[in-house]
């Protein structure tokens, strides 16, 4: 056996997309395996992948569809490696049975998922974020899911990072929302060395671990059971149906109870880790423009040459979409009177926005929904009327 | 020998009914294992969904219940991220020829190293009796309560057609000869696919009043007929008979999926070093 390089790239400035971005992301957060299939305005990532991986050692498979994408890098995670796969809204759809099956078996993926315009084939080439609530509800039942949107290029360097970095330390899928513009989009950004990042690897049993002893799904103080790779000899069961912590099914609804609560409390005790935001709002700003994505992109210049006219108003980008920032936003709407969300979508996370502001602030959408981005002067025009 | 070694004696008696094929292959795949070099710490077995399914929950490897029909995909990716795991894979004829019939055509055309034993009861088993593609066209299901006008599959010809390199087939009435194409499908660098027919008194022979396990095992053993003398048959004739035994054995582990992807490895980053 070859030993596999370790990826350690020099500090420097490149000129890539955002789909380009991703994989150097993945690598650079100890991502040795690739499986998908091609689809626009994805295709760039398998590419790369196909490309890079061979020369750290790593695997790039083509598979003959997107659930076959989703499960091989399922079973690549649960052989030890750092797994990535990406596509875009009609390949996500594919992907969402074993999408489930990796948040029951708890198989820290990494899903791209870089947004065309919907539903069917759609506008393939053109931006969109209406994978939204795709992501958040597109399997069986219910759980949670991470979810995060770049807005830019380096964004998408460092949240991919980030994507990695939270699946492997909660045990937990994470999804990777680009849309057209962000994934194509050519920006100059820096590569950092392998030493300025964090990497966080999955926890896994002691070496001196006892087989006859291992618990693949125990009830440890953080609600992460320990995962050993397969071949490490501790010979565990995986399976799709709730199972105890032995990870053998029983049937019992008491044990489907404790399994379906410890999924959602690991995410939802430690929140702080997992929601990422940045927000400029300013004390006698009375309006707030929320937006994640490439949405955020037209939000914040909009709201920037409005200051300079003195407008009252202020900016937050969400780069964690899901578990939704519920907090934060009840938060914000306490501080001001009126929240606008630009989205490219007839209007989906607005329905979290207004859940989560109940009443206190007035929640408006602006809303493209076929294929064109919004521009800043429809944002400034309803900033204007506002205020 | 130590059978019980490579079973979870903890989780039986399994939940399979009275009569039913699928221990046998069970049973069989164990015999087989434990004549392999395998080691057992270095094996995954993996399943789809159906009573062939949960083969794997009483298996003492590391084992991976998937879901229904994905089974292929999941072990494409185990094998490829560790090719030195020995990679087992359990499918029902529904699971594996009709929801993951995709993926099976394409881990064959690969060469991928997995070892796919398919349960062949020619019924969807665990669902209560609905067609599958392996059903025998006339037959009954509850989902063809007239007579299946469906054609039946002759799968271990799509799988050699598709690139597999071992192809075997074998029936639960003759154990001993199942053992051995298990060993022997284990032993082949490549993609080997034993399709193992199986019974299914409960969900197939009710309604096709196949009668009890003894009486299917009896016809099993009429319908099919050793590959050697299946040869000799007439075109007429052999389509009245499944051939039992080794039906295709290609030797060439260089032309192995994992194999030639090391290859790439190797070249990528020899050029690198230029
Ligand atoms: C996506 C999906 N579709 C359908 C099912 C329902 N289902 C479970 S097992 C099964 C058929 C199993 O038949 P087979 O593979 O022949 O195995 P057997 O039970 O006969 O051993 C079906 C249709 C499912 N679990 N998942
Ligand atoms: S339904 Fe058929 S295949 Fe399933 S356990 Fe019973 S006899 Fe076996």
């Keep these: ?42 295709s760039e990532i398998a590419e790369g992948f196909a490309r890079e991986l061979p020369k750290i050692g790593g ?4 598979m003959e569809d997107e659930i076959a994408g989703m499960a091989a890098v399922v079973g690549a995670s649960l052989a030890g490696k750092k797994a990535i796969t990406a596509t875009s809204g009609p390949g996500f759809a594919l992907k969402q049975e074993n999408l489930g099956f990796a948040t029951m078996v708890e198989a820290p993926v990494v899903v791209v998922n870089v947004q065309r315009v919907g539903p069917s084939t759609g506008l393939p080439t053109s931006p969109s974020q209406g994978d939204v609530m ?24 460092e949240l991919t990072i980030k994507a990695v970095n939270l ?13 057209e513009v962000i994934g194509h989009l050519r920006e100059k950004i820096y590569l950092s060395t392998s030493d300025e990042i964090e990497i966080i690897d999955r926890k896994r049993p002691a070496a001196d671990q006892d087989p006859d002893q291992y ?25 799709g149906l709730f199972h105890d912590q032995s990870g053998f099914p029983d049937g019992k609804n008491e044990t489907a109870k404790l399994m379906q609560d410890r999924l959602h409390n690991k995410l939802h005790n430690n929140l702080d880790q997992i ?50 920032a519920e907090k934060e936003v009840a938060e914000l709407a306490a501080q001001v009177e009126t929240i606008i969300v630009p989205e490219l979508n007839q209007g989906q996370l607005i329905r979290e926005v207004k859940r989560a502001a109940a009443g206190q602030a007035k929640v ?12 800043p002067e429809e944002i400034r025009a309803l900033l204007e009327e506002v205020l | 020998m130590d059978f019980e070694k490579y079973l979870r004696m903890d989780k039986l008696p399994h939940i399979w009914c009275p009569g039913c094929g699928h221990g046998t292959i069970l049973n069989s795949f164990i015999r087989a294992f434990a004549e392999s070099d395998f080691d057992q710490d270095k094996t995954v077995v993996i399943s789809g969904i159906g009573c062939s399914g949960r083969a794997t929950g009483y298996l003492n490897f590391d084992t991976l219940h998937t879901t229904h029909g994905r089974a292929i995909a999941f072990a494409t990716g185990v094998k490829m991220a560790n090719p030195e795991l020995n990679v087992i894979v359990m499918t029902g004829d529904g699971d594996g020829s009709a929801i993951g019939g995709n993926h099976l055509i394409h881990a064959a055309r690969r060469n991928i190293d997995l070892t796919v034993i398919l349960f062949n009861n020619q019924i969807y088993g665990m669902t209560g009796g609905q067609f599958s593609p392996m059903t025998p066209t006339g037959d009954l299901a509850s989902t063809a309560p007239y007579g299946n006008i469906d054609q039946n599959f002759n799968l271990a010809e799509l799988v050699a057609g598709a690139g597999g390199t071992f192809i075997a087939r074998g029936a639960t009435f003759d154990p001993r000869q199942l053992k051995k194409l298990y060993l022997a499908a284990l032993k082949h660098k490549g993609f080997s696919f034993v399709e193992s027919l199986s019974q299914c008194p409960v969900s197939y022979g009710r309604q096709n009043k196949a009668g009890d396990a003894v009486e299917m095992l009896k016809k099993q053993e009429e319908d099919t007929i050793n590959f050697k003398k299946w040869q000799q048959l007439s075109t007429e004739e052999k389509k009245l008979k499944y051939p039992l035994g080794i039906l295709k054995e290609l030797d060439n582990p260089e032309s192995e999926y994992t194999v030639r992807y090391q290859k790439i490895i190797e070249q990528v980053n020899n050029e690198g070093a230029l």
């Design chain 1, 1 to 42: 056996m070859m030993k596999t390089k370790i990826f350690r790239p020099e500090k420097r400035a490149v000129l890539i997309q955002g789909d380009q971005a991703v994989v150097e992301g993945a690598l650079a957060a100890g991502v040795e395996f690739f499986a998908g299939y091609p689809i626009t305005p994805a």
């Design chain 1, 275 to 324: 929601i990422l935001y940045q927000k400029d709002i300013r004390k006698d700003d009375r309006v707030a423009v929320l937006s994640y994505g490439s949405a955020a992109r037209t939000a914040i210049s909009a709201v920037n040459t409005g200051r300079k006219d003195n407008l009252k108003a202020g900016w937050f980008k969400l780069q964690t979409i899901w578990p939704f």
């Design chain 1, 215 to 239: 618990l693949p799904y125990q009830l440890t103080d953080d609600l992460i059971p320990p995962m050993a790779d397969y071949g490490s000899g501790l010979k565990y069961h995986t399976s």
């Design chain 1, 364 to 375: 408006l959408g602006i809303n493209s929904y076929a294929g064109e981005l919004i521009k």
């Design chain 1, 59 to 62: 695997k790039f498979l083509q």
């Design chain 1, 134 to 157: 795709q992501a958040r509800w597109g399997r069986n039942g219910d759980q949670e899911i991470i979810a995060l949107a770049p807005a830019s290029v380096t964004e998408s360097y």
């Design chain 1, 167 to 179: 699946s492997e330390k909660f045990r937990q899928p994470v999804v990777l929302m680009l849309d």
